[in-house]
T-cell receptor
Framework: KQEVTQIPAALSVPEGENLVLNCSFT??????LQWFRQDPGKGLTSLLL?????REQTSGRLNASLDKSSGRSTLYIAASQPGDSATYLC???????????FGKGTLLTVNP | DAGVIQSPRHEVTEMGQEVTLRCKPI?????LFWYRQTMMRGLELLIY????????DSGMPEDRFSAKMPNASFSTLKIQPSEPRDSAVYFC?????????????FGNGTRLTVT
């Protein structure tokens, strides 16, 4: 059974700092990995999707990497802003590629 | 594009009552998912539809839970009878051609409280 772990559970940084969020998964036979953002009282917003054949994806200040063999992904946020404050979740899809297994998320607070 | 639309946003009901949650997926999306989110268990997939057909309902916790998708633009999740342990946020999500790893689009959820 796939398990997804995100460390740390919470992170507080000053504005402008570069930061890395970590995600690990136990079964490397994944189809893709997605990073989501969740604001309080809202649904999840897809940030980046990495196919299993890819190593990384970039969108603006965000860069996500994937190392299938070690079961790890990182989300790098450059020059953090208070508006980046949210919970960030990673999710992996397995052999039946529709079924996403989610981590419990990292609560990020960027202080002005 | 209005995104995935869920109603109601909040539902408070008494134990034993029937609860119906509603979802309108993004037009053109042929995959629809119902998830439940709690602090203890995080996000859990309840059921997945493809082209209006239930493909996997193994996540539905009990027979008290049922889901339907009568057409491509509407789905319901029903709990009958409801219990306090059903209290959670229920999300609907949709995507296109999930087999190609399309990103998932979530609604804002329905916060259910069963007293």
């Amino acid at each position: 059974k796939q398990e997804v772990t995100q460390i740390p559970a919470a992170l507080s940084v000053p504005e402008g700092e570069n930061l890395v969020l970590n995600c690990s998964f136990t079964d490397s036979a994944i189809y893709n990995l997605q990073w989501f953002r969740q604001d309080p009282g809202k649904g999840l917003t897809s940030l980046l999707l990495i196919q299993s054949s890819q190593r990384e994806q970039t969108s603006g200040r965000l860069n996500a990497s994937l190392d299938k063999s070690s079961g790890r992904s990182t989300l790098y946020i450059a020059a953090s802003q208070p508006g980046d404050s949210a919970t960030y979740l990673c999710a992996v899809s397995g052999g039946s590629n529709y079924k996403l297994t989610f981590g419990k998320g990292t609560l990020l607070t960027v202080n002005p | 594009d209005a995104g995935v639309i869920q109603s109601p946003r909040h539902e408070v009901t008494e134990m034993g009552q029937e609860v119906t949650l509603r979802c309108k997926p993004i037009s053109g999306h042929n995959s629809l998912f119902w998830y439940r989110q709690t602090m203890m268990r995080g996000l859990e997939l309840l059921i997945y539809f493809n082209n209006n057909v239930p493909i996997d309902d193994s996540g539905m916790p009990e027979d008290r839970f049922s889901a339907k998708m009568p057409n491509a633009s509407f789905s319901t999740l029903k709990i009958q009878p409801s219990e306090p342990r059903d209290s959670a946020v229920y999300f609907c999500a949709s995507s296109t051609r999930q087999g190609e790893g399309s990103p998932l689009h979530f609604g804002n959820g329905t916060r259910l409280t069963v007293t």
